[in-house]
Structure formats: structure tokens, C-alpha cells
């Protein structure tokens, strides 16, 4: 049985995704249908020991975003988001955002959502996040961190927070500062030790992203994510494996352990 909370204020729209939801998968129940944000923050508070596995929430409520739903919550829960917008992809993956449904919903696209869901759980279970989420330490000042760089003929300081990801091509290593890749003459593993875990993450052995220049996520299939980067034509792959310590990441906190370097 999977318990689903739904979040939605038009009434057209919560009764089309109930009956898709009940369509894909008839073992669903319900446990409640929100309206508002004021609404949810009072149902949410008093249900603390309740089961909850999964919710669809709209993102656009009467009475403002549902980002500031999940912000309170006192634990992770998956949330899927449906909406009529993609303005708030990125945000929507930092507040417990597994997929992004824009409307009109369709039966392929949510029964992929759901099929996301499962597989995400095989992973990492319920009670593995909620000790994830213990681990978590609040993300520190970054340091002031140079790097020296090559271009042409010059040897140039460049700032890490000027850089917006690290990586590796044709056996070199690279720094990208807006349109330019300037090589630069250290491992992506000695670089990965200077920098501050709360802004850089070790996307894979490929590359080193920086967290403030990262501009959407894209779902991928087996649950991938395909992240774009400013000034960056290639998009970055975050493995399905990677990608719960990631969101975690995104969230603006730092990962104790290994979950932020390279598996």
C-alpha cells in the first residue's frame, strides 16, 4: 500500500490526477487532498507519526508556493511536483523533488513518475534518507580559493567561485570561467580536495560542478539527472545512484562521509 498526499487547488485538476493515480495503480490510498499552504502546514504538524510515502503537490497554490510546505517538514518525504509552469525546476529538486510534471498530466508521464518513485526507494529506503538528513551539517563559509590557470601565454589567478565546473577532456583538466576553458595543471582529484563541499560537488569522474552555476535539472531515464551548467554546452550526468545525495546537496547543505565524492 502506498499512502499519497495530494496537493492541488484546482478541483479539475486534483480529480483528473486522483483518477489517473487510481487508473496506474489501484493499491494507492489517498490519505488526504490539500488546497492551500496554510492548509498543508497545519495537516503536516499534526500528523508527525502518520505514514506518508509519497506526495503530488502543484507548485502555484491560492495563498503562494508549496516550497514553503516541504521547508517546514521535520523529515524527507518524496515529493512529485505537477504544474502548469517550468519556471521552478531547479527549486522544485532542492525541496524533496524526485520528478517534474507539467500540465496537462499525462498517464505515460505519471505512471513514469511513480515508476521513478520505485525505483529510487530500492536504493535508498525511507529510513536511509531520514539518516542522510541526520548526517547533514550545516554548510560552512567557503573559502577564498585560487587556482592558477593557463591562457595563451599568461598564467592567470582565477577565483573557485569564478568557476563554474571543473573537468577532464583529452587527458587534461580544465576550469570553466564563463565561455572560456582554461587548462589548468592539477587532477580533478587534488582539485576536489581544495574546495569547499558546500558549493562543489563531484558529479562524476568527468567533472566538478559548482552549486551557484548550475542553471536546471532534467529527468533522465533510470532515474538519472542531466544537470546544465552556465556557459556550458554539454549536459552533466549525475548517476541514479548519485542523484539522492545530490538533491540532498542542492539543498544547500554539506554530506558528511563519501556521498560527495566520487563512488
Known amino acids: ?24 495503480a489501484p493499491q494507492i490510498q489517498i490519505v488526504a487532498e490539500l488546497e ?36 517546514q517538514l521535520p523529515h ?15 527549486k522544485a529538486f532542492k525541496q524533496n523533488g524526485i520528478d517534474y510534471l507539467l500540465k496537462p498530466l499525462q498517464t505515460t508521464e505519471v505512471t513514469a513518475a511513480l515508476n521513478k518513485y520505485a525505483a529510487s ?15 547533514l551539517m550545516p554548510p560552512t563559509a567557503p573559502a577564498t580559493v585560487q587556482f592558477l590557470v593557463h591562457f595563451r601565454h599568461q598564467i592567470i589567478p582565477l577565483a573557485a567561485n569564478d568557476i563554474s565546473c571543473f573537468f577532464t577532456k583529452n587527458q587534461l583538466v580544465y576550469a570553466q570561467h564563463q565561455q572560456i576553458a582554461y587548462a589548468i595543471d592539477q ?38 539527472l542531466h544537470v546544465s551548467i552556465q556557459h556550458f554546452s554539454e549536459s552533466i550526468v549525475i548517476s541514479r545512484e548519485k ?7 542542492l539543498q544547500g547543505k554539506k554530506l558528511t562521509g563519501t556521498l560527495n565524492t566520487i563512488n
Open 1 to 24: 500500500m502506498l499512502h499519497v498526499v495530494l496537493i492541488e487547488d484546482e478541483r479539475i485538476a486534483l480529480r483528473k490526477l486522483k483518477n489517473l493515480l487510481l487508473q496506474i
Open 36 to 71: 492551500s499552504v496554510e492548509e498543508a502546514n497545519i495537516w503536516f504538524q499534526q500528523q508527525e507519526n502518520k505514514r506518508i510515502d509519497l506526495i503530488f503537490s502543484d507548485i502555484q497554490l491560492s495563498d503562494g508556493l508549496s516550497f514553503e510546505i516541504f521547508e
Open 76 to 90: 524527507f518525504i518524496p515529493v512529485i511536483f505537477t504544474t502548469a509552469y517550468d519556471a521552478y525546476s531547479l
Open 121 to 135: 526507494q530500492q536504493h535508498y529506503t525511507q529510513t536511509q534518507l531520514l539518516q542522510l538528513k541526520q548526517q
Open 187 to 224: 587532477t580533478l582529484d587534488d582539485i576536489q580536495q581544495q574546495l569547499p563541499a558546500a558549493c562543489f560537488f563531484r558529479a562524476n569522474r568527468q567533472f566538478i560542478i559548482h552549486q551557484h552555476h548550475i542553471q536546471h535539472l532534467t529527468p533522465g531515464i533510470n532515474g538519472k
Open 243 to 249: 542523484a539522492p545525495a545530490f538533491k540532498l546537496w
